[in-house]
């Protein structure tokens, strides 16, 4: 099993690779005290990013909208959510290989999902799916030992976004 800081510093550089090849500018903020993980720059504005690693649960993408602070000495279990801290979440799922944006407006407080697999009851409203916010594949488990940034151009899928 991976340590945990692994596993958010793989994210982290899959998010990158994925935000580059897809054109945008990527800084990294100085310190580690920011709400934020990335600076995100699309030519017109600087959004700050918030990287997070989803799983598959039952066809979702799933990954935590909040940051808890219940392993902090002398702190009661606490969950801080994003909104008016970050823009965008960015989140890897390993298991997909997809890097998604979702902008921070469209998500709840604590917990999302992004589906995978359409749901059995054929349900649409109020369904996010993965599809929709994925903006590229990363391979972060190449045979060779480097990742490998599979682009997937939005544009020319139909979905008439970039």
Do not use: W
Not at 129 to 137: C, N, P, S, T, V
Request: aromatic share 8%; charged share 30%; glycine share 10%.
């Amino acid at each position: 099993m991976d340590h945990p800081k692994d596993v958010g510093d793989r994210t982290t550089l899959a998010v990158m690779l994925a935000l580059r090849e897809h054109g945008y500018g990527v800084a990294v903020p100085f310190g580690e005290n920011t709400r934020y993980d990335l600076v995100l720059d699309d030519g017109n504005r600087l959004l700050r990013v918030q990287c997070k690693t989803g799983r598959i649960r039952l066809g979702a993408v799933e990954f935590a909208t909040a940051s808890s602070y219940a392993h902090h000495p002398n702190e009661k279990p606490t969950q801080r959510h994003y909104h008016g801290q970050v823009d965008h979440f960015a989140v890897y799922c390993r298991e997909t290989g997809g890097v998604y944006l979702i902008p921070i407006g469209v998500l709840p407080l604590d917990r999302a999902y992004l589906r995978v697999t359409a749901p059995l009851n054929g349900q649409r409203k109020r369904i996010r799916f993965a599809k929709d916010y994925e903006i590229a594949r990363v391979d972060c488990v190449a045979t060779d030992g480097r990742a490998e940034v599979l682009r997937r151009d939005l544009r020319e899928e139909g979905s008439g976004e970039a």
